[in-house]
Nanobody, 120 residues
Framework: VQLQASGGGEVQPGGSLRLSCVAS????????MGWYRQIPGKQRELVAR???????DYADSVTGRFVITRDNAKKTATLHMNSLKAEDTAVYYC???????????????WGQGTQVTVSS
């Protein structure tokens, strides 16, 4: 499974950004899709994830500001980030839980990180 992430960048506090992640490859099943973020010196943390059926989980810190959506046909997950704060500054990583032809096990796959900077 390969993940191609796009979006991110720099925005002022209160602004909005969108991150997209497209999964490709020899995918047999695609379970949760989501986004994690990491600040230097800290552990990677879940931001939001969405199940194939559209059930969502959010970190408390982003609830009400971020929305994750999913297009199963396009194997795409999008994170809409609104009312951004300085503390949202981090490297964001796309994550999918999936099974592909390389292994019968359901595994985690990670995309390359994309920087989000919220600064005035």
């Amino acid at each position: 499974v390969q993940l191609q992430a796009s979006g991110g960048g720099e925005v002022q506090p209160g602004g909005s950004l969108r991150l997209s992640c497209v999964a490709s490859g020899s995918i047999l099943s695609l379970n949760h899709m989501g986004w994690y973020r990491q600040i230097p010196g800290k552990q990677r943390e879940l931001v939001a994830r969405i199940s194939p059926g559209g059930i969502t989980d959010y970190a408390d810190s982003v609830t009400g500001r971020f929305v994750i959506t999913r297009d199963n046909a396009k194997k795409t997950a999008t994170l809409h980030m609104n009312s951004l704060k300085a503390e949202d500054t981090a490297v964001y990583y796309c994550n999918v839980v999936a099974r592909d032809t390389a292994s019968p096990r359901i595994r985690d796959f990670w995309g390359q990180g994309t920087q989000v900077t919220v600064s005035s």
